[in-house]
């Protein structure tokens, strides 16, 4: 069964538009163009820029490590290059 890795969770106003944004780039939009799409969202506008930074290359680290521990699981590969491709976008390094 394929689906969204989903749980509970406190933490930053800005970590629901900022799963969106790799979610939007996973279904075919630009980094740029899915951050422009939450850009209006005030958790996300007030968002420190290098916090941002530090979620986008955390998010490709765990999407790289839940997709080793799955390498059936081509959501999970997709989702991965999403995350790649917004932390690169970003500029921040998940290495």
Not at 13 to 41: K, M, N, T
Not at 51 to 70: E, G, I, P, S, W
Not at 84 to 92: D, H, K, L, P
């Amino acid at each position: 069964m394929g689906g969204r890795l989903v749980w509970p969770t406190r933490g930053a106003a800005f970590i629901d538009p900022a799963i969106l944004v790799v979610q939007l780039v996973s279904s075919g939009h630009s980094a740029e163009s899915a951050e422009s799409r939450v850009s209006r969202c005030t958790a996300w506008a007030e968002a420190d820029p290098k916090a941002l930074d530090a979620f986008a290359a955390a998010t490709v680290r765990m999407n790289r490590a839940v997709a080793a521990r799955k390498p059936e699981a081509d959501w999970l590969r997709a989702m991965t290059a999403a995350a790649e491709a917004w932390a690169n976008w970003r500029g921040a390094s998940a290495d």
